[in-house]
Protein backbone atom coordinates (compact mmCIF):
# COMPACT_ATOMS: atom_id res chain seq x y z
CA UNK A 1 0.00 0.00 0.00
CA UNK A 2 1.18 3.39 -0.48
CA UNK A 3 2.51 5.39 2.16
CA UNK A 4 1.88 9.64 2.50
CA UNK A 5 5.81 11.26 2.38
CA UNK A 6 4.69 14.64 1.37
CA UNK A 7 1.68 16.93 1.53
CA UNK A 8 1.27 20.47 0.21
CA UNK A 9 -0.81 22.94 -1.77
CA UNK A 10 -0.87 23.74 -4.99
CA UNK A 11 -2.83 27.40 -6.54
CA UNK A 12 -3.86 27.08 -10.64
CA UNK A 13 -2.08 29.53 -12.00
CA UNK A 14 -3.73 30.23 -15.66
CA UNK A 15 -1.54 29.54 -18.06
CA UNK A 16 -0.27 26.27 -16.46
CA UNK A 17 -2.03 23.10 -17.73
CA UNK A 18 0.58 20.17 -17.27
CA UNK A 19 3.14 19.49 -13.69
CA UNK A 20 5.88 17.01 -14.56
CA UNK A 21 6.50 14.69 -11.56
CA UNK A 22 10.69 14.65 -11.66
CA UNK A 23 11.80 11.56 -8.78
CA UNK A 24 14.55 10.30 -7.29
CA UNK A 25 13.86 6.73 -6.26
CA UNK A 26 15.40 3.17 -5.73
CA UNK A 27 14.54 -0.04 -3.83
CA UNK A 28 16.27 -2.05 -1.84
CA UNK A 29 16.81 -4.91 -4.62
CA UNK A 30 17.83 -4.58 -8.50
CA UNK A 31 15.17 -7.29 -9.48
CA UNK A 32 12.49 -5.80 -11.66
CA UNK A 33 9.63 -6.68 -9.33
CA UNK A 34 10.86 -4.76 -6.75
CA UNK A 35 10.56 -1.09 -8.45
CA UNK A 36 9.47 2.01 -6.40
CA UNK A 37 6.58 3.70 -7.22
CA UNK A 38 5.53 7.12 -6.59
CA UNK A 39 2.14 8.49 -7.31
CA UNK A 40 1.57 12.65 -7.28
CA UNK A 41 -2.29 13.40 -6.59
CA UNK A 42 -2.68 17.23 -7.19
CA UNK A 43 -6.79 18.41 -6.99
CA UNK A 44 -7.56 14.62 -7.89
CA UNK A 45 -5.52 14.35 -11.28
CA UNK A 46 -2.67 12.16 -10.89
CA UNK A 47 -0.08 10.30 -12.35
CA UNK A 48 3.01 7.92 -10.94
CA UNK A 49 6.84 7.85 -11.60
CA UNK A 50 8.76 4.02 -11.04
CA UNK A 51 12.24 3.40 -10.23
CA UNK A 52 14.79 1.35 -12.53
CA UNK A 53 15.46 -1.89 -11.90
CA UNK A 54 18.60 -0.62 -9.04
CA UNK A 55 19.38 -0.26 -5.66
CA UNK A 56 20.71 2.88 -5.89
CA UNK A 57 19.36 6.36 -6.06
CA UNK A 58 18.47 7.39 -9.76
CA UNK A 59 16.26 9.98 -11.45
CA UNK A 60 13.46 8.22 -13.08
CA UNK A 61 11.49 8.44 -16.36
CA UNK A 62 9.46 11.76 -16.00
CA UNK A 63 6.01 11.82 -16.26
CA UNK A 64 2.88 14.45 -16.18
CA UNK A 65 -0.37 15.56 -14.48
CA UNK A 66 -3.15 16.94 -16.86
CA UNK A 67 -4.05 20.04 -14.27
CA UNK A 68 -6.01 22.39 -17.08
CA UNK A 69 -9.10 20.66 -15.98
CA UNK A 70 -8.57 22.90 -12.24
CA UNK A 71 -10.00 26.04 -11.89
CA UNK A 72 -7.45 29.38 -12.15
CA UNK A 73 -6.90 30.89 -8.84
CA UNK A 74 -7.86 27.77 -6.56
CA UNK A 75 -6.10 25.87 -4.01
CA UNK A 76 -5.39 22.33 -4.26
CA UNK A 77 -4.25 19.78 -1.79
CA UNK A 78 -0.87 17.69 -3.07
CA UNK A 79 -0.14 14.41 -1.79
CA UNK A 80 2.74 12.43 -2.85
CA UNK A 81 2.81 8.28 -1.82
CA UNK A 82 5.48 5.87 -2.29
CA UNK A 83 4.86 2.31 -2.66
CA UNK A 84 6.92 -1.27 -3.79
CA UNK A 85 5.01 -3.23 -6.19
CA UNK A 86 6.35 -5.79 -4.01
CA UNK A 87 4.15 -5.68 -0.29
CA UNK A 88 7.62 -7.29 1.09
CA UNK A 89 10.05 -4.98 0.23
CA UNK A 90 11.33 -1.15 0.90
CA UNK A 91 11.41 1.57 -1.72
CA UNK A 92 12.90 4.73 -1.32
CA UNK A 93 13.04 8.78 -2.49
CA UNK A 94 15.49 11.29 -1.95
CA UNK A 95 13.98 14.03 -3.93
CA UNK A 96 10.77 14.86 -5.86
CA UNK A 97 10.56 18.45 -8.12
CA UNK A 98 6.98 18.97 -9.48
CA UNK A 99 7.46 21.39 -12.39
CA UNK A 100 4.75 23.36 -13.89
CA UNK A 101 4.41 24.14 -17.75
Known amino acids: TYKTILTGRFTKIAGISTI ?37 PSWVTTSTIDVSSLTNGTAYDI ?3 LKNENAGRTSYCSGVTLVGS
Open 20 to 56: TIHARLWATDNNASFEAILSVDIGGQSNTVASVTSAT
Open 79 to 81: TVQ
